[in-house]
């Protein structure tokens, strides 16, 4: 089975146009409406200079029989006739302009809105979502799948419309001024429009494989410059840059493929257009010779068929980017169908929690994996106030506890209490803003350290961000850079270090003020100096609030009310340092641990 960036194809993305594909062409077509106004304008306007524009060709004809001397009814002089022309040219150009510019606000606007939708949705969806998508794969909905709707808008539907306009009734005016020779060039039509279809449908194919190559080549890039330090590490640029140049070359022959086969539809079409030019240009001649039509309506005549081959050979094409914006609004709305984690962005009823925790036999295997029981039967509780600290072994499953507590994953077997409901209960954004973490590693965002800061409570007022940052032992080191609180962090900014970050994130857990409080202990020990002044720090941080330690060393773990020992997903120990050392007469799993700590 062909697989795109690890994701199976979805059915969607297999279909060729029909019914459903095109209703879902309309589904993006929603986020038109509230410019419909403006929308409609460019719709006359496109009508307008299509019309406008076929009768050119009428008036050019006339130029040619005023000049012959035929009588008309209308024109006297070939001075009037050009002035005509000028005028034609004067009323196209103005409908134009607005039609270019109409549809290119609508199609900005509408798709800005479609951009903000599917980010929307996107932030909103559970955590479980993410674990089977990449972000380069998300990030390239956002870009490029909006942005080829944002062409079909702006550019193609309306080239559609006039092509299928000039088409239609370019055909019936030369009906109605040459029927003969309109007939006789009608022979070639069929032979034409079979042969667009069974490229177009070809082609599509190949486009769409091309794309889904060059996601593939997208995925290597983000991946490597994603965790550029291990690869750094491992000393293994050569070695990505090998794999992305295998990426690169399958986009390149499956582009050249593209290419040529694109290449060969346009130069057929072309072909078989002016080859239909000579055969029809040599029966008008001949009409002409026999006084059937005059020379003005043979001239009128040709121009109207190049208008009319010219709407046909673009339509081939406007067809093959119809099927691109198709396979792109069937990716969108995939994402927007996709379930909210529970009541995404209501307004939530103010929530205050006291941090009382009770895991009811709880038991939870991955969504992603879920032959593999990850806990098994916990079975706990915690205090409002206590101190617990999570040791264990490194994918014991200390880290699903937290991602459970935090709502992250569902719990199917058992249940998680906060204040004696059941968490599934709260509203989850009032749940969440109960609970803080300070994470093993701080993500900084591009930003000031004043807004990185309030990244744990947007509105703070600057002497709270000051207090909490003064609480968090950051105030020094804050104020020692030359802007302070404005100094820019992130990846375009100063690099904090280790324990200065630590800082930072507690600092934002104290403006957040959380019941309940979730320490992921950093594994690389910071210098005796900063040590100190972070540990100071998350205890002042602690006092009074539920805390839970995933804890590495043994200096916080002494200080903790209670040491939950976590093995392969069970409760193996639990109790004080002083009790769980006694276990076993010091041979219990928490003694070896720390043996094995100390060694
Ligand atoms: P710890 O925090 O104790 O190191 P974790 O809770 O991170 O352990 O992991 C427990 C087990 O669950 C491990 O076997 C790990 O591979 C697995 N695991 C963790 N996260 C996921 C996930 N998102 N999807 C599937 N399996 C996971």
Same mark, same amino acid.
């Given at each position: 089975?062909?697989?795109?960036?690890?994701?199976?194809?979805?059915?969607?993305?297999?279909?060729?146009?029909n019914?459903?594909?095109?209703?879902?062409?309309?589904?993006?077509?929603?986020y038109?409406?509230?410019?419909? +106004?403006?929308?409609?304008?460019?719709?006359?306007?496109?009508?307008?200079?299509?019309?406008?524009?076929?009768?050119?060709? &009428?008036?050019?004809?006339?130029?040619l029989?005023?000049?012959?001397?035929?009588?008309? #009814?209308?024109?006297?002089?070939?001075?009037?006739?050009?002035?005509?022309?000028?005028?034609?040219?004067?009323?196209?150009?103005?409908?134009?302009?607005?039609?270019?510019?109409?549809?290119?606000?609508?199609?900005?606007?509408?798709?800005?809105?479609?951009?903000?939708?599917?980010?929307?949705?996107?932030?909103?969806?559970?955590?479980?979502?993410?674990?089977?998508?990449?972000?380069?794969?998300?990030?390239?909905?956002?870009?490029?799948?909006?942005?080829?709707?944002?062409?079909?808008?702006?550019?193609?539907?309306a !080239?559609?419309?006039?092509?299928?306009?000039?088409l239609?009734?370019?055909?019936?005016?030369?009906? &109605?001024?040459?029927?003969?020779?309109?007939g006789?060039?009608?022979?070639?039509?069929?032979?034409?429009?079979?042969?667009?279809?069974?490229?177009?449908?070809?082609?599509?194919?190949?486009?769409?494989?091309?794309?889904d190559?060059?996601?593939?080549?997208?995925?290597?890039?983000?991946?490597?410059?994603?965790?550029?330090?291990?690869?750094?590490?491992?000393?293994?640029e050569?070695?990505?840059?090998?794999?992305?140049?295998?990426?690169?070359?399958e986009?390149?022959?499956?582009?050249?493929?593209?290419?040529?086969?694109?290449?060969?539809?346009?130069?057929?079409?072309?072909?078989?257009?002016?080859?239909?030019?000579?055969?029809?240009?040599? &029966?008008?001649?001949?009409?002409?010779?026999?006084?059937?039509?005059?020379? +003005?309506?043979?001239?009128?005549?040709?121009?109207?068929?190049?208008?009319?081959?010219?709407?046909?050979?673009?339509?081939?094409?406007?067809?093959?980017?119809?099927?691109?914006?198709?396979?792109?609004s069937?990716?969108?709305?995939?994402?927007?169908?996709?379930?909210?984690?529970?009541?995404?962005?209501?307004?939530a009823?103010?929530?205050?929690?006291?941090?009382?925790i009770?895991?009811?036999?709880?038991?939870?295997?991955?969504?992603?994996?879920?032959?593999?029981?990850?806990?098994?039967?916990?079975?706990?509780?915690?205090?409002?106030?206590?101190?617990?600290?999570?040791?264990?072994?490194?994918g014991?499953?200390?880290?699903?506890?937290?991602?459970l507590?935090?709502?992250?994953?569902?719990?199917?077997?058992?249940?998680?209490?906060?204040?004696?409901?059941?968490?599934?209960?709260?509203?989850?954004?009032?749940?969440?803003?109960?609970?803080?973490?300070?994470?093993?590693?701080?993500?900084?965002?591009?930003?000031?350290?004043?807004?990185?800061?309030?990244?744990?409570?947007?509105?703070?007022?600057?002497?709270?961000?000051?207090?909490?940052?003064?609480?968090a032992?950051?105030?020094?080191?804050?104020?020692?850079? #030359?802007?302070?609180?404005?100094?820019?962090?992130? !990846?375009r900014?100063?690099?904090?270090?280790?324990?200065q970050?630590?800082?930072i994130?507690?600092?934002?857990?104290?403006?957040?003020? #959380?019941?309940?409080?979730?320490?992921?202990?950093?594994?690389?020990? @910071?210098?005796?100096h900063? !040590?100190?002044?972070?540990?100071?720090?998350?205890?002042?941080?602690m006092?009074?609030?539920?805390?839970?330690?995933?804890?590495?060393?043994?200096?916080?773990?002494?200080?903790?009310?209670?040491?939950?020992?976590?093995?392969e997903?069970? @409760?193996?120990?639990?109790?004080?340092?002083?009790?769980?050392?006694?276990?076993?007469?010091?041979?219990?799993?928490?003694?070896?641990?720390?043996?094995?700590?100390?060694?």
């Open positions: 089975k062909r697989e795109r960036g690890g994701v199976p194809l979805s059915a969607e993305e297999k279909r060729p146009i019914k459903k594909s095109i209703r879902q062409l309309a589904g993006v077509f929603k038109v409406l509230p410019y419909k +106004g403006v929308f409609m304008v460019g719709l006359l306007c496109l009508a307008l200079s299509s019309g406008t524009m076929l009768a050119f060709p &009428y008036m050019a004809g006339q130029l029989d005023v000049a012959s001397g035929k009588s008309n #009814p209308y024109f006297s002089s070939i001075n009037e006739v050009a002035l005509a022309l000028i005028g034609i040219l004067f009323f196209q150009g103005i409908f134009s302009f607005t039609r270019v510019y109409t549809f290119s606000l609508v199609s900005e606007k509408s798709l800005a809105d479609l951009r903000k939708s599917v980010y929307q949705k996107i932030i909103w969806l559970p955590t479980t979502f993410f674990d089977s998508r990449r972000v380069g794969e998300l990030m390239s909905r956002i870009t490029s799948d909006v942005g080829t709707l944002a062409e079909m808008l702006s550019f193609t539907l !080239e559609m419309m006039r092509q299928v306009l000039t239609v009734l370019g055909t019936l005016v030369i009906f &109605y001024l040459t029927p003969k020779l309109t006789f060039m009608l022979l070639t039509f069929p032979f034409l429009v079979i042969l667009a279809l069974f490229f177009g449908k070809y082609i599509r194919g190949l486009s769409k494989k091309t794309q190559k060059l996601a593939d080549a997208n995925v290597v890039v983000e991946e490597s410059l994603q965790s550029i330090s291990v690869v750094k590490s491992f000393t293994n050569a070695f990505e840059i090998n794999r992305y140049t295998r990426a690169l070359n986009v390149v022959s499956v582009a050249i493929r593209t290419a040529r086969f694109r290449g060969l539809f346009i130069s057929f079409v072309i072909f078989a257009l002016f080859g239909g030019i000579v055969a029809v240009g040599w &029966y008008g001649a001949s009409l002409v010779q026999n006084n059937a039509i005059s020379v +003005g309506e043979l001239f009128s005549f040709v121009l109207y068929t190049s208008f009319i081959g010219a709407s046909i050979a673009g339509l081939g094409d406007i067809y093959t980017q119809l099927q691109r914006c198709i396979g792109a069937e990716r969108l709305l995939e994402i927007l169908d996709e379930k909210d984690e529970a009541e995404a962005g209501l307004p009823q103010p929530l205050k929690l006291h941090g009382e009770e895991f009811e036999n709880v038991s939870f295997s991955y969504p992603t994996r879920q032959d593999f029981r990850v806990l098994k039967n916990l079975d706990f509780k915690i205090e409002p106030g206590e101190k617990i600290a999570l040791i264990g072994q490194s014991s499953g200390k880290s699903t506890i937290i991602n507590l935090m709502r992250f994953y569902g719990v199917k077997e058992g249940s998680i209490k906060v204040d004696g409901n059941d968490i599934d209960q709260f509203h989850l954004t009032a749940y969440r803003k109960n609970i803080g973490i300070v994470p093993q590693e701080v993500i900084l965002f591009g930003g000031t350290i004043q807004e990185n800061i309030a990244y744990g409570k947007p509105g703070a007022t600057f002497d709270e961000i000051r207090e909490a940052a003064r609480k032992n950051a105030l020094e080191f804050v104020e020692s850079f #030359p802007e302070k609180f404005e100094t820019v962090v992130g !990846e900014g100063v690099k904090l270090s280790g324990g970050r630590q800082r994130a507690i600092a934002r857990a104290i403006l957040k003020d #959380p019941a309940i409080l979730i320490l992921d202990e950093a594994t690389s020990s @910071l210098d005796a900063a !040590e100190v002044l972070v540990q100071e720090a998350l205890e002042k941080l006092e009074g609030r539920t805390s839970i330690i995933i804890a590495h060393r043994l200096s916080t773990i002494k200080k903790v009310d209670r040491i939950f020992v976590i093995k997903g069970t @409760l193996a120990e639990v109790g004080s340092h002083a009790e769980l050392t006694r276990i076993n007469n010091g041979n219990g799993i928490y003694s070896n641990l720390l043996k094995l700590q100390l060694q």
